[in-house]
């Protein structure tokens, strides 16, 4: 059994004993099912140990994420395995112990003051930070003196409000607050954000995918199943094929994630991901009928995160600006780029 196949399989075992809930202001996050994740080393995952880490590959992490994006777990997990920890470590920073929750906030403007040694003082508002309240500590995109900085800092209280599937996103105001900071590419660490939210898409969408096909083959309409009937054989197959290329890009920025290629590669699953929402999601609440918009019904745990983590991290529009630049201005030229497999 490789190492992906056995976190896989940890974190499903786990996530049996904790059903999902509907995140509500005074219930804004499981912290139950992070403190057993956490016990079990899944929220170091991806890290390395030398660092604090829990060890593993990136494509382990990422399957860690996917596996909880298809569960609606109410935890910040991807946000700590796929975008703040490496970011940190790739700046040469310190990685908070792994037990505690970690988030990033890349959105809004905080400018960083330079103290001494590395230490930065940090001003200014960040943006739908997630997880506000729940996470203490932050990595913070900021602008330094003479490029954009990385730093790690402690959350000032926030005022918490949530997205569309509840989970807390806030607005945090710094006021001079002091942090250790190091120089980073700040379309990389928001890449790396970009990707952490195309890894739970492709994971939340394969999910539903899954259980349309299964609702499919029981519910029974005139007298034999939703799944003999060829309209619906059409629009399962188009759910697969959105799911499949949303998979697909995830996956492969996933791979390219420690290379020069990332933000190309990201910006590409970000895009696939989010166009692949709204097909995906439609399909499933007409085939599921009435139950799947119900809130004692688990469709609706998915679609709502499908629905609110398609606009977050920067959406198709941004990305296919970059994306589209970055093509056009190649120096292979726009048709050998374009058609480079290699």
């Known amino acids: 059994m490789s190492t992906r196949d056995l976190v896989v399989e940890t974190v499903r075992d786990i996530l049996a004993a904790h059903e999902p809930f509907v995140l509500t202001p005074d219930r804004s996050w499981d912290a139950g099912l992070w403190s057993v994740l956490a ?3 899944m929220t170091g995952v991806g890290l390395s140990e030398e660092a604090g880490g829990s060890g593993g590959a990136l494509d382990d992490a990422a399957a860690v994420v996917t596996t909880l994006a298809a569960g609606a777990a109410a935890v910040p ?19 908070p112990i792994v037990t505690e929750p970690l988030t990033i906030a890349v959105a809004g403007t905080v400018l960083a003051r330079p103290l001494d040694k590395g ?33 790690l800092a402690d959350l000032p209280d926030g005022a918490v409000g949530a997205n569309l599937a509840g989970e807390p996103r806030g607005d945090v105001t710094f006021d001079d607050v002091p942090a250790v900071a190091a120089p980073v590419d ?9 990707l952490a939210r195309a890894v ?41 094929g959105e799911v499949g290329a949303a998979t697909a890009l995830a996956d492969a920025a996933v791979r390219v994630a420690d290379t020069d290629g990332l933000v190309l590669a990201a910006a590409a699953a970000k895009i ?5 929402v709204a097909p ?28 609110a983590w ?33």
């Open 272 to 276: 696939r991901a989010g166009a692949a």
């Open 77 to 95: 997990v991807a946000e700590q395995l796929l975008v703040a920890g490496p970011a940190l470590l790739a700046a040469g920073l310190d990685l």
């Open 280 to 307: 995906v999601a439609r399909a499933a609440h007409q085939l599921h009928g009435a139950i799947g918009f119900t809130q004692e019904h688990r469709l609706h745990h998915l679609t709502r995160r499908l629905w």
């Open 186 to 194: 700040a379309e990389t660490v928001r890449a790396r954000f970009a």
């Open 39 to 41: 016990e079990a080393g």
């Open 200 to 240: 739970q898409l492709a994971g939340a969408l394969g999910k539903v995918l899954d259980w349309t096909v299964a609702y499919a083959g029981e519910r029974e309409q005139f007298g034999r199943p939703l799944a003999k009937f060829q309209a619906v054989q059409m629009e399962i197959a188009r759910m697969a």
């Open 310 to 342: 398609r606009d977050e991290a920067g959406s198709e529009l941004a990305w296919a600006r970059t994306l589209g630049e970055a093509v056009a201005t190649a120096p292979a030229g726009l048709w050998p780029t374009l058609t480079d497999v290699g």
């Open 119 to 151: 230490r930065f003082g940090l001003t200014g508002t960040a943006t739908a930070v997630p997880w506000v309240g729940v996470a203490r500590r932050a990595a913070v995109l900021a602008t330094g003196p003479d490029s954009a900085v990385l730093a």
